[in-house]
């Protein structure tokens, strides 16, 4: 099932922008359409602001939210028309652009070993059940939840051979684990979520969960399985 990009969708995942700001950027701007200063100024303030607190992830930092929008984006946007994924990337462009000189603490390089494999999770933690999905074979996106409402968060996407991906400075206690052979990096957001990411292959791969152990974290990507 392909899904339209709507601003009510997209304000699920990235915090509700002023409507002034969102009235200047062109329904069906050029496809090469770059923002100018004053947008990216106001975009760096108005990123820090959420007007729709009672979102699924209200819990979430901006950039884990600007992390996850990015992947959740591409999965459900092929069917859209060329002019309306240009106005889409621009406004996913806007999540990104979350006071980068500030967020960014490292680089890795996508090597490219051809892998390409999108995985399941062949182990879901007690109590959670799995109530959003989408697999484009691109891209592998959703989210688990318990009768608490706490979240687990999940994203995986293949990237192009010599893709940079980023870790975010702001990350706590942030340390580097080896499970099924990957270099996983663990650590906890400004909000209390555990986040961990990594590399599998070409395939970048995120797991942020509300309240949920490492060691539960740990096991979920350890059983990891490829799909059917």
Known sequence: MKLKITDELLYQYVPKADQELLDAVPDRPDPGFEPGIRHKKQIQKLLRQSR??????????????????????????????????????????????RIRNDRIEEHYKVEGTGTDLLRVFGYIPQGYQLTEEENTGETYTG?????????IVFSQAVLDDGAMVERDAA?????????????????????????????????YCTVVAQNLSEDELIRMIEGMEDPD
Do not use: T
């Not at 052979?181 to 555990?194: A, E, M, N, P, Y």
């Open 171 to 203: 990350l706590k206690d942030v340390h580097e684990i080896s499970v099924r052979g990957l270099k996983l990096q663990i650590g906890i957001d400004d909000d209390g979520w555990r986040s961990a990411y990594w590399i599998d292959g070409n395939v």
């Open 52 to 97: 729709r607190p009672n979102r699924h992830f209200r819990y979430m930092s901006a950039a884990r939210r600007a992390a996850v929008i990015a992947v959740f984006a591409a999965a459900v946007c092929g069917a859209v028309p060329a002019g309306v994924k240009a106005a889409e990337r621009f406004r996913i462009w806007a999540a990104q652009q």
């Open 143 to 151: 989210q688990m939840e318990n009768e608490k409402g706490e979240l």
